[in-house]
Protein backbone atom coordinates (compact mmCIF):
# COMPACT_ATOMS: atom_id res chain seq x y z
CA UNK A 1 0.00 0.00 0.00
CA UNK A 2 1.84 3.51 -0.77
CA UNK A 3 0.90 6.37 1.71
CA UNK A 4 2.56 9.40 2.27
CA UNK A 5 5.13 10.34 4.73
CA UNK A 6 4.56 9.40 8.10
CA UNK A 7 6.17 11.69 10.91
CA UNK A 8 6.11 11.56 14.79
CA UNK A 9 5.71 15.34 16.03
CA UNK A 10 5.76 16.55 19.55
CA UNK A 11 2.11 18.44 20.88
CA UNK A 12 1.85 21.88 18.75
CA UNK A 13 -0.16 24.64 19.72
CA UNK A 14 -0.42 25.41 16.13
CA UNK A 15 -2.48 22.07 15.85
CA UNK A 16 -4.55 22.87 18.46
CA UNK A 17 -7.87 23.14 16.06
CA UNK A 18 -7.31 19.87 14.09
CA UNK A 19 -6.25 17.94 17.55
CA UNK A 20 -9.58 19.07 18.74
CA UNK A 21 -11.43 17.89 15.45
CA UNK A 22 -9.63 14.44 15.58
CA UNK A 23 -10.33 14.12 19.40
CA UNK A 24 -14.28 14.82 18.30
CA UNK A 25 -13.67 11.61 16.02
CA UNK A 26 -12.89 9.44 19.15
CA UNK A 27 -15.61 10.95 21.05
CA UNK A 28 -16.14 9.83 24.58
CA UNK A 29 -16.21 6.19 24.10
CA UNK A 30 -12.92 5.19 26.35
CA UNK A 31 -11.71 2.12 27.64
CA UNK A 32 -12.78 0.32 30.53
CA UNK A 33 -11.27 2.07 33.83
CA UNK A 34 -10.57 5.35 32.23
CA UNK A 35 -12.67 8.55 32.20
CA UNK A 36 -13.08 11.19 30.04
CA UNK A 37 -11.25 14.39 31.24
CA UNK A 38 -10.88 17.95 29.29
CA UNK A 39 -7.32 19.33 30.00
CA UNK A 40 -7.01 23.27 30.23
CA UNK A 41 -4.11 25.35 29.49
CA UNK A 42 -4.09 28.47 32.46
CA UNK A 43 -3.04 31.54 30.15
CA UNK A 44 -2.35 35.01 32.65
CA UNK A 45 -1.43 37.59 29.69
CA UNK A 46 -0.20 35.52 27.35
CA UNK A 47 2.01 33.67 29.99
CA UNK A 48 1.46 29.85 30.69
CA UNK A 49 0.89 29.87 34.13
CA UNK A 50 -0.86 26.41 34.88
CA UNK A 51 -2.95 23.42 33.74
CA UNK A 52 -6.37 22.53 34.93
CA UNK A 53 -8.40 18.63 34.19
CA UNK A 54 -11.72 18.03 34.62
CA UNK A 55 -13.10 14.45 34.57
CA UNK A 56 -16.41 13.99 33.55
CA UNK A 57 -17.26 11.35 35.61
CA UNK A 58 -15.96 9.99 38.59
CA UNK A 59 -14.76 6.07 38.59
CA UNK A 60 -14.31 4.38 41.93
CA UNK A 61 -10.48 5.81 42.49
CA UNK A 62 -11.61 9.16 41.68
CA UNK A 63 -14.69 9.26 43.99
CA UNK A 64 -11.96 8.01 46.73
CA UNK A 65 -8.87 10.01 46.03
CA UNK A 66 -8.65 12.15 42.41
CA UNK A 67 -12.41 14.02 42.69
CA UNK A 68 -13.27 15.96 39.02
CA UNK A 69 -10.65 18.83 39.05
CA UNK A 70 -6.86 18.73 38.91
CA UNK A 71 -4.90 21.45 39.33
CA UNK A 72 -1.61 22.91 38.94
CA UNK A 73 0.07 26.15 38.76
CA UNK A 74 3.94 27.03 38.23
CA UNK A 75 5.96 27.87 40.94
CA UNK A 76 6.67 30.96 39.56
CA UNK A 77 2.98 32.18 39.59
CA UNK A 78 1.78 30.80 42.87
CA UNK A 79 0.27 32.65 45.54
CA UNK A 80 -1.59 35.13 43.18
CA UNK A 81 -4.62 33.90 43.58
CA UNK A 82 -4.57 31.53 39.97
CA UNK A 83 -5.47 28.23 40.93
CA UNK A 84 -8.59 29.69 43.26
CA UNK A 85 -9.35 31.55 39.55
CA UNK A 86 -8.67 28.17 37.20
CA UNK A 87 -10.84 26.06 39.75
CA UNK A 88 -13.84 28.59 40.13
CA UNK A 89 -13.55 28.53 35.72
CA UNK A 90 -13.52 24.48 35.59
CA UNK A 91 -16.51 24.74 37.99
CA UNK A 92 -18.53 26.81 35.73
CA UNK A 93 -17.27 24.45 32.84
CA UNK A 94 -18.76 21.63 35.18
CA UNK A 95 -21.99 22.86 35.66
CA UNK A 96 -21.98 23.03 31.66
CA UNK A 97 -21.24 19.17 31.92
CA UNK A 98 -24.66 18.97 34.54
CA UNK A 99 -22.32 17.64 37.01
CA UNK A 100 -24.26 19.03 40.14
CA UNK A 101 -22.21 18.35 42.99
CA UNK A 102 -18.57 18.18 42.18
CA UNK A 103 -16.16 16.33 44.30
CA UNK A 104 -12.31 17.86 45.29
CA UNK A 105 -9.39 16.77 46.90
CA UNK A 106 -6.50 17.50 47.90
CA UNK A 107 -3.69 15.58 50.59
CA UNK A 108 -4.26 16.44 54.26
CA UNK A 109 -1.15 18.42 54.02
CA UNK A 110 -1.20 20.76 50.75
CA UNK A 111 -2.74 24.16 52.63
CA UNK A 112 -2.67 25.50 49.59
CA UNK A 113 -4.63 23.50 47.62
CA UNK A 114 -7.11 23.17 50.24
CA UNK A 115 -7.73 26.74 50.65
CA UNK A 116 -8.13 26.87 46.72
CA UNK A 117 -11.15 24.38 47.30
CA UNK A 118 -12.17 26.28 50.35
CA UNK A 119 -12.73 29.77 48.18
CA UNK A 120 -14.45 27.75 46.01
CA UNK A 121 -16.67 26.66 48.41
CA UNK A 122 -15.81 23.24 49.12
CA UNK A 123 -17.29 21.70 52.51
CA UNK A 124 -15.30 19.22 53.81
CA UNK A 125 -17.20 15.68 54.13
CA UNK A 126 -14.19 13.68 55.26
CA UNK A 127 -10.27 12.68 54.92
CA UNK A 128 -9.65 9.24 53.04
CA UNK A 129 -6.27 7.66 52.82
CA UNK A 130 -4.44 11.13 53.96
CA UNK A 131 -6.75 12.92 50.92
CA UNK A 132 -9.03 15.62 51.74
CA UNK A 133 -12.58 15.06 50.17
CA UNK A 134 -14.41 18.53 49.43
CA UNK A 135 -17.91 18.69 47.46
CA UNK A 136 -18.71 22.09 45.79
CA UNK A 137 -22.74 21.90 45.70
CA UNK A 138 -24.76 23.67 42.71
CA UNK A 139 -24.30 27.48 42.41
CA UNK A 140 -26.43 29.58 44.47
CA UNK A 141 -26.76 26.58 47.22
CA UNK A 142 -23.50 26.49 48.30
CA UNK A 143 -22.18 28.82 51.15
CA UNK A 144 -21.41 32.54 50.00
CA UNK A 145 -17.91 31.77 48.65
CA UNK A 146 -19.42 29.74 46.01
CA UNK A 147 -21.10 32.43 44.67
CA UNK A 148 -18.64 35.07 44.96
CA UNK A 149 -15.89 32.76 43.80
CA UNK A 150 -15.50 34.74 40.47
CA UNK A 151 -12.39 34.32 37.46
CA UNK A 152 -9.54 36.68 38.15
CA UNK A 153 -8.61 39.06 35.46
CA UNK A 154 -6.56 38.84 32.15
CA UNK A 155 -7.39 34.65 32.89
CA UNK A 156 -8.31 32.48 30.30
CA UNK A 157 -7.95 28.78 29.25
CA UNK A 158 -7.38 27.25 25.96
CA UNK A 159 -7.92 23.73 25.48
CA UNK A 160 -6.71 20.57 24.66
CA UNK A 161 -8.52 16.77 25.53
CA UNK A 162 -7.14 13.89 27.37
CA UNK A 163 -7.64 10.62 28.96
CA UNK A 164 -6.46 10.26 32.51
CA UNK A 165 -6.33 6.76 33.83
CA UNK A 166 -8.68 6.24 36.98
C1 LIG B 1 -1.84 24.12 45.04
C2 LIG B 1 -1.50 25.15 43.97
C3 LIG B 1 -2.23 24.78 42.67
C4 LIG B 1 -1.97 26.54 44.44
O1 LIG B 1 -1.77 27.46 43.37
P1 LIG B 1 -1.77 29.05 43.64
O2 LIG B 1 -2.07 29.72 42.35
O3 LIG B 1 -0.54 29.42 44.34
O4 LIG B 1 -3.03 29.16 44.61
P2 LIG B 1 -3.76 30.52 45.03
O5 LIG B 1 -2.79 31.66 44.96
O6 LIG B 1 -5.02 30.63 44.25
O7 LIG B 1 -4.19 30.25 46.53
C5 LIG B 1 -3.40 29.51 47.38
C6 LIG B 1 -3.59 30.04 48.80
O8 LIG B 1 -2.89 29.17 49.65
C7 LIG B 1 -1.84 29.93 50.25
N1 LIG B 1 -0.66 29.10 50.30
C8 LIG B 1 0.18 28.80 49.30
N2 LIG B 1 1.16 28.00 49.74
C9 LIG B 1 0.91 27.80 51.05
C10 LIG B 1 1.55 27.08 52.07
N3 LIG B 1 2.66 26.35 51.83
N4 LIG B 1 1.03 27.11 53.31
C11 LIG B 1 -0.07 27.82 53.56
N5 LIG B 1 -0.74 28.52 52.64
C12 LIG B 1 -0.24 28.51 51.40
C13 LIG B 1 -1.60 31.11 49.36
O9 LIG B 1 -0.95 32.15 50.07
C14 LIG B 1 -3.00 31.44 48.96
O10 LIG B 1 -3.68 32.09 50.02
P3 LIG B 1 -3.67 33.70 50.16
O11 LIG B 1 -4.33 34.22 48.90
O12 LIG B 1 -4.47 33.95 51.39
O13 LIG B 1 -2.28 34.13 50.25
C15 LIG B 1 0.03 25.21 43.70
O14 LIG B 1 0.68 25.37 44.93
C16 LIG B 1 0.55 23.97 42.98
O15 LIG B 1 0.56 23.91 41.75
N6 LIG B 1 1.01 22.99 43.75
C17 LIG B 1 1.53 21.72 43.18
C18 LIG B 1 0.42 20.91 42.53
C19 LIG B 1 -0.72 20.67 43.49
O16 LIG B 1 -0.55 20.49 44.69
N7 LIG B 1 -1.93 20.68 42.90
C20 LIG B 1 -3.14 20.45 43.65
C21 LIG B 1 -3.38 18.97 43.76
S1 LIG B 1 -4.87 18.68 44.70
Redesign the pocket.
Known amino acids: MSHGTITLVGPDIARQAEFLAMADEFGEDVPEGLVPSTSRWVVQDGRLV?FVALRHELNAFLFEEGGYI????RPT?????????AAALALLEARHLAIERVLL???DA????A??IE?NGGVLEDVRGGKRRYWVEPAGQGPRSTRRALPAPGIHQQVCLLVVRG
Do not use: E, L
Not at 70 to 73: P, R, T
Not at 77 to 85: D, E, L
Not at 110 to 113: E, G, L
Open positions: GGYAVARGRGIATATCDNVASTVR
